[in-house]
């Protein structure tokens, strides 16, 4: 009876063993014999999510704001079984419960449907009235019958990630076992940073998309140049789009409507934008977009600048008092309009404005981007573990 000694074992001999050869082996092993076999099923699960967004059926979402303080999401002319989901009714409160439903009130109301059709917002049917336009009066926020809708890029760019992905998927799927465990690891790491991406698109906005970044794309899409009753798009020499203006108030005032994905759900806000007229601060730099007031709060990130000395080096005098303020030169302000500048003052479609009045928030929870993102949550982790795996032998 004798008994043989494998290299690795207790009481094994490596000094005859290829370490390399080894290795690479156990990686073989590992892509053949356990990832493999799991690339269809991860295949199809980006094929169920291209599905579910690119859907030709229109998705009608509620938008509710005010006493009850909810979000309803239901789906018309949709049987969602057909797309792996139910086709039940869902209610799902939006985040203007709790705090931020009193905030909201105190802002204004939203009443109406969203419409959502593949990648694009179809349709906008809301009353919305806001504490700080119109003196609370309910104005109508509607989109033409011959819009062509608004394109949320983030979606735009998840099928494209997901397209990217599906297509790496094939390749590695019809690799022999003679590929090098290195560039299989490789392909892997990038659907794993595809996947990732993915994910992160559903729960967060760019800054691109976000406001004031965003300008006025999503109000101009939806409902175009809106002119009703006392409302009329800028003045004819202002060439620049405004989905609402309001020529009889005292302070012209605009809206700004912002449409993005956030946390898995559709998100509307809503703005009410004061442009600024007096000098310095309606100035913005023609070679940077921005304006006095970023300009400040870029130099007050240095801890040790005081806006006093940020002010003198944009070159603003400082008044003392509302006279000095009122006779002085274009360049003057005072501490108390600067801060407020400060606090309120942002750079939006090429202008500086001010933000009145806070922000008024709707999220509608779309039950498609629930189930994609639960699904690209599932897909990261299991390619992450693959990927993890590989490493740990390499």
């Known amino acids: 009876m004798s008994t043989k000694l494998y290299p690795n074992d207790y009481f094994g001999d490596d000094k005859d063993i290829n370490l390399k050869e080894q290795q690479i082996s156990e990686q073989q092993w590992l892509i053949k014999e356990i990832i493999l076999p799991e690339l269809p099923a991860i295949r199809e699960c980006i094929e169920?999510?291209?599905?579910?967004?690119?859907?030709?059926?229109?998705?009608?979402?509620?938008?509710?704001?005010?006493?009850?303080?909810?979000?309803?999401?239901?789906?018309?002319?949709?049987?969602?079984?057909?797309?792996?989901?139910?086709?039940?009714?869902?209610?799902?409160?939006s985040n203007t419960s709790g705090s931020s439903s009193n905030s909201n009130s105190a802002i204004g109301t939203v009443r109406g449907t969203l419409r959502r059709q593949g990648v694009k917002l179809v349709s906008l049917q809301a009353e919305v009235s806001m504490v700080q336009f119109r003196n609370g009066k309910s104005f109508p926020l509607c989109s033409p019958r011959d819009t062509k809708g608004f394109v949320l890029e983030q979606l735009e760019h998840l099928v494209q990630r997901l397209e990217a992905g599906g297509a790496l998927l094939d390749n590695l799927s019809v690799t022999d076992t003679t590929l090098e465990a290195e560039v299989f690891a490789t392909g892997l790491m990038e659907l794993q940073r595809l996947l990732t991406g993915a994910a992160q698109l559903l729960q967060r906005p760019p800054s691109k998309l976000a406001f004031p970044l965003c300008g006025p794309s999503a109000g101009i899409s939806l409902c175009g140049n809106i002119a009703a009753g006392n409302y009329n798009s800028l003045a004819a020499n202002d060439t620049r789009p405004s989905l609402y203006s309001n020529s009889n108030s005292n302070n012209k005032e605009e809206l700004a409507l912002e449409?993005?994905?956030?946390?898995?759900?559709?998100?509307?806000?809503?703005?009410?934008?004061?442009?600024?007229?007096?000098?310095?601060?309606?100035?913005?730099?023609?070679l940077t977009g921005r304006s006095l007031s970023d300009q400040l709060k870029d130099k007050l990130r240095d801890r040790g600048?005081?806006?006093?000395?940020?002010?003198?080096?944009?070159?603003?005098?400082?008044?003392?008092?509302?006279?000095?303020?009122?006779t002085g030169s274009a360049n003057t302000t005072t501490l108390q309009v600067a801060r407020d500048h400060m606090s309120r003052g942002v750079t939006w479609n090429d202008r500086a404005v001010l933000i009145r009045g806070g922000t008024l928030h709707v999220a509608a929870s779309d039950p498609v981007l629930v189930t994609v993102d639960a699904k690209l949550g599932g897909l990261e982790a299991c390619v992450a573990a693959h990927c993890s795996n590989l490493a740990a032998l390499q």
Not at 49 to 75: Q, V, Y
Not at 269 to 284: A, C
Not at 314 to 321: E, L, P
């Open 305 to 326: 600048t005081s806006l006093e000395k940020a002010l003198n080096e944009c070159g603003v005098t400082i008044a003392h008092s509302w006279w000095e303020n009122y």
């Open 48 to 93: 169920t999510c291209l599905d579910l967004l690119n859907s030709p059926e229109e998705f009608t979402l509620a938008l509710t704001t005010g006493s009850h303080n909810t979000t309803s999401a239901n789906i018309s002319n949709t049987n969602l079984s057909s797309l792996g989901g139910s086709n039940e009714r869902l209610d799902i409160e």
């Open 259 to 286: 449409a993005v994905v956030a946390g898995g759900e559709l998100s509307v806000d809503i703005r009410v934008l004061e442009p600024i007229t007096k000098p310095p601060w309606n100035s913005v730099d023609p």
